[in-house]
């Protein structure tokens, strides 16, 4: 492991696919287009044990061995996302049932249900002597369980064995029915349950009850959860590598409650050349989750594709694209994949080489990103992106519930956030960590908690109130605090707390659907809302907008009140994108909250700090032109120039500047 250093550029490599006598071709054009780490293991279980109780890793330990000799590290995949035939056909208890269309088929991927005993016992199998081969290859620099856990086709299974433990799972949760009924207010529509092995299984074209729904999400995840930690506690006994699973941007899996038992997060994305800005979000996401550098595992070098080539990338756009998660505190850009596939349901994906064994056209921009990577190694090694005191709050219950219960028309939780929030924030050059409700709040000045319905897991509003007393700056809202735990609404006010802590009364609450309405801002600017429209009367708050149109005239729209040490802004509405900077700005200078560079909202800047000394690391994400400006002299580490004042930056131009 000492011999393999970061930044790690590679692809994904599926040697099982291709004669043994090809690996020392793949291997020569991995060292020229520069690749240090590749990903193997992840889907060749037929290859490892193509008998059951048979087991052949000698043509993987060619594999490891070889690339091992050539400076390229390996990063092993678990196969247990891809059940051999053997295994289906012999033990068809294993697969997967959808509420649509029934058992799973053998063929696909995540086709086995993830709480069967039966499927598990297997996995420990083939785990644990995967784990016996190659736990203490210094090879090896980590490990990836299984691949893209997420329910399989974005549906829950409803095989025997899960409804049983669903079952289960609430009556050890609430004790009673009784208790169940009083949660999840089943008195309307004469739903009350005499027992819990009444509860129904939720079919996705049945208008179920929002908290079954909710119920069952949370049971999915806490499944998946429950499978990834069943082989991570295996590779933790017999591996001296870190553990991680390779995760993709999806709400269905709750990616905190999944990485307590992960060393390293690993993320897969194929944003293309119009959204490649979201790509930021999911890397402010991963970087909090654990003290470790995380991984990209998985990202596409020119288009994606299954049986349909789908997105061409424009020139310069794998240069952005690869630098960004390390440039954001990633220490691994992997692609997906290595070598076109000759066979099966992905021939038409892009890669670094062609099936026939030709580089494709963006080997060269490869080769320069490897050799970017060398030039920032001891830069990029020896610091980490600054905390700049701002966190945006990311909920995985928030998704489960507005997917189930969307509250206002066209609402769609992950766009909105990101769109009307983040965005706009990344635009103005704020840079915050994407945390998630069990995160602790003490490393941050201002935490912005949008669409944030139900503030009781994991005790987020008692660790809230304690956070804003010390003296945090919380803004929240719309549509936050709206939701008990259990997707139902509170009784006693529209929110759980929020009137109490605010000093204000919400006398009208109306969605943005289709009117949008104005209002009036502290400085007598005036603009609109959005999303969503709560009416403040004010007592003991103060108005920082107020509503200008009936039914909602006078009525404060967004609104600060004082606890503690700390404050509330308290949003009823959402605020158009400028409106949101200007008031992040605004109360950010206030607290000590700031852009972190002057510079074109189509650039992602951010501050790096260190024993490596300090500096900018820059990424034009929109194939636009920009401009950077910069106080002191600074130093670009990949190319040696020097610069001061207006740095001009080409479309998808990447810069690591350090002051000198």
Not at 150 to 168: A, E, N, Q
Not at 343 to 353: D, F, K, N, R, T
Not at 588 to 612: F, I, T
Request: net charge negative; glycine share 8%; proline share 6%.
């Amino acid at each position: 492991m000492k011999s393999f250093h970061p930044p790690y550029l590679g692809a994904a490599y599926y040697p099982e696919d291709w004669p043994i006598e090809q690996i020392d071709a793949d291997i020569a054009l991995m060292k020229e287009a520069g690749m240090n780490v590749m990903r193997i293991g992840e889907f060749a279980w037929s290859r490892m044990e193509p008998k059951e109780g048979v087991f052949d890793f000698d043509w993987l330990h060619l594999v490891v061995e070889k690339l091992g000799e050539a400076g390229i590290a390996v990063i092993m995949g678990t196969p247990t996302c891809t059940p051999p035939a053997w295994l289906t056909e012999r033990y068809p208890e294993i697969l997967f049932v959808r509420d649509d269309i029934g058992v799973a088929m053998h063929g696909s991927r995540r086709h086995a249900c993830p709480n069967s005993p039966v499927y598990r016992e297997h996995c420990s199998r083939i785990v644990t002597r995967l784990a016996e081969e190659f736990g203490k290859d210094e090879r090896i620099i980590g490990w990836q369980i299984d691949n893209e856990v997420h329910p399989y086709g974005g549906r829950s299974c409803v095989c025997s064995v899960c409804v049983k433990k669903f079952r289960d799972t609430m009556r050890k949760k609430f004790g009673t029915i009784e208790a169940l009924n009083a949660a999840w207010g089943t008195n309307l529509w004469s739903m009350t349950y005499q027992s819990f092995d009444q509860l129904p299984i939720p079919h996705r074209h049945t208008w179920h009850h929002p908290s079954l729904l909710t119920a069952w999400a949370e049971f999915t995840s806490d499944s998946y959860v429950e499978f990834v930690k069943h082989q991570a506690d295996i590779l933790h006994e017999l591996t001296i590598h870190p553990i991680g699973t390779d995760m993709m941007p999806v709400p269905g899996i709750d990616y905190g409650d999944i990485h307590r038992a992960l060393d390293v997060v690993q993320f897969n994305h194929y944003h293309g050349m119009s959204n490649l800005w979201q790509a930021a979000f999911w890397f402010d996401f991963c970087r909090p989750i654990k003290e470790r550098p995380f991984w990209n595992t998985e990202t596409a070098t020119c288009w994606n594709g299954s049986t349909t080539a789908n997105g061409y990338k424009e020139p310069g756009f794998c240069r952005a694209n690869s630098w960004l998660p390390v440039l954001m505190g990633g220490e691994a850009n992997l692609y997906w994949l290595w070598r076109q596939h000759w066979s099966g349901q992905e021939l038409m994906h892009g890669a670094v080489v062609t099936s026939c064994g030709r580089p494709m056209h963006i080997f060269d921009e490869v080769k320069e990103i490897s050799a970017g990577f060398r030039a920032a190694a001891d830069f990029l090694n020896n610091t980490k992106p600054v905390n700049t005191g701002l966190a945006l709050h990311f909920s995985h219950r928030a998704a489960w519930m507005f997917e189930y219960q969307p509250m206002v028309n066209g609402f769609n939780y992950q766009v909105f956030l990101l769109e009307k929030v983040y965005r706009p924030m990344m635009q103005a050059q704020f840079r915050p960590d994407v945390i998630l409700p069990m995160s602790d709040l003490s490393k941050y000045k201002m935490v912005f908690s949008s669409f944030l319905p139900a503030l009781d897991e994991f005790g987020l509003r008692e660790r809230l109130k304690a956070w804003i007393e010390a003296g945090g700056t919380w803004i929240v809202g719309p549509l936050s605090d709206v939701r008990t735990i259990h997707a139902t609404k509170f009784t006693h006010a529209p929110y759980g707390s929020l009137e109490e802590w605010m000093g204000i009364r919400c006398r009208y609450e109306i969605p943005a659907d289709p009117h949008e309405f104005g209002l009036r801002w502290w400085d007598g600017r005036s603009s609109a809302g959005s999303v969503w429209y709560d009416g403040l009367e004010l007592r003991g708050a103060q108005a920082l907008a107020t509503y200008t149109e009936y039914p909602l005239q006078g009525l404060a729209a967004v609104a600060r009140q004082k606890i503690g040490r700390g404050q509330i802004i308290m949003l009823g509405t959402l605020p158009q994108p400028e409106d949101l900077q200007k008031l992040l700005i605004t109360i950010g200078n206030d607290v000590g909250v700031r852009p972190v560079a002057e510079a074109s909202p189509n650039l992602v800047v951010v501050p790096h700090e260190g024993q490596g000394g300090s500096g900018l690391a820059v990424a034009e994400v929109e194939n636009q032109p920009a401009k950077l400006a910069i106080g002191s002299l600074m130093i670009d580490v990949l190319t040696g120039k020097k610069y001061e004042g207006t740095v001009e930056i080409p479309p998808y131009g990447v810069m690591v500047l350090k002051y000198i």
